[in-house]
């Protein structure tokens, strides 16, 4: 509502920011109240037109607090060649940038935070996207590291 409401120029970044956190939040409980769809691999993946680049945006500009506060330099490499409108599921995409970016902004401390994304390859009817999340932080122990991608194995198998 407040954005519907004529606000200031220098109020516009916090509140797209804001309304952006909003709908990710509201959207990661409902994951959460679906987690048993994951262990049953029942799960559904929209298929929904989205500009990438807006939504790899909205995402650096929600998570601009969390990089300050650890005196982290997070930046964004998106290859000007990658289509601005894809067919995919951003809310899915979202969850998995988020998660990945905000760990590494947690546990990286005067460092930098970068997000890529690089087109790999286009068809007529399909790009395929590198996307690619690096840190200067502690990083995973590799003994943690079986237990932490066990359940996206799981999921990419089935």
């Known amino acids: 509502m407040l954005l519907e409401d004529n606000p200031k120029p220098n109020q ?10 909003g709908n990710y939040l509201l ?7 679906e987690i048993n769809r994951i262990e049953s691999s029942n799960i559904e993946i929209e298929y929904i037109n989205f500009n990438i680049k807006q939504l ?12 300050s506060n ?5 930046t964004l490499e998106i290859d000007e060649n990658i289509p601005e409108i ?3 599921d951003p809310t ?3 969850q998995i940038f988020i998660n990945l970016i905000n760990n ?6 005067n460092g ?7 087109l790999i390859e286009t068809g007529d009817d399909f790009s395929r996207i590198n996307f690619a999340v690096s840190d200067t932080g502690i990083g995973i122990p590799e003994d943690k590291q079986e237990t932490i991608l066990r359940v996206f194995r799981k999921v990419q198998l089935k």
């Open 12 to 21: 516009l970044h916090y509140l797209n920011s804001l309304k952006f956190s």
């Open 27 to 33: 959207t990661f409980i409902n994951e959460i109240l």
């Open 56 to 67: 790899l945006l909205d995402i650096q500009n929600s998570m601009t607090e969390i990089a």
């Open 70 to 74: 650890n005196n982290n330099k997070f």
């Open 86 to 88: 894809v067919l995919g």
């Open 92 to 94: 899915k995409l979202s």
């Open 104 to 109: 590494a902004l947690k546990f990286t401390k």
């Open 112 to 118: 930098e935070v970068k997000v890529m994304a690089k």
